[in-house]
């Protein structure tokens, strides 16, 4: 409400900025348009580079509601792989060091063992974050 108001003072013109909703809709809309691109890049670009340097995509953006447990994040990581057809591909996952992301992979383990016996409980802890607790 404050940012109408703000608009609507700061320009002389009558402009109406689009409410909640409508912007709720064109990010969804992007965001399915870019989902569609992302899965057709992970099915047909390599992850490395000619130079062996490793591509990296970002395939989603969640919110977590409720509390930051073992089971809510597995949910959540759960849907994504779904979402972008990798359930069946994971090799490992790659957290920092808070336990609530070790139990994360451990459960995640239990979850996709029946579907891919190459998961199991491979949790790599970030090499940064293990440096910053040393220093």
């Not at 703000?6 to 064109?26: H, R």
């Not at 953006?61 to 994040?73: A, P, Q, T």
């Not at 920092?96 to 199991?120: G, H, W, Y």
Request: aromatic share 6%; net charge positive.
């Amino acid at each position: 409400m404050g940012f109408k108001i703000m608009g609507k003072y700061a320009t002389e013109t009558t402009f109406d900025p689009p409410g909640s909703k409508a912007i709720k809709d064109v990010t969804h809309k992007l965001y399915g348009n870019m989902k569609g691109k992302l899965v057709h890049l992970l099915a047909n670009v390599p992850k490395v580079n000619n130079r062996w340097e490793l591509r990296q995509y970002v395939l989603a953006i969640r919110e977590l509601v409720g509390k930051h447990n073992d089971e809510n994040m597995s949910a959540i990581v759960i849907q994504v792989l779904e979402d972008f057809g990798l359930k069946m591909k994971v090799g490992s996952i790659t957290t920092d060091n808070a336990s609530s992301n070790e139990q994360m992979v451990a459960l995640l383990a239990k979850k996709l063992k029946p579907i891919d016996n190459r998961f199991t409980n491979q949790h790599v802890p970030c090499a940064a974050h293990m440096l910053n607790i040393i220093v």
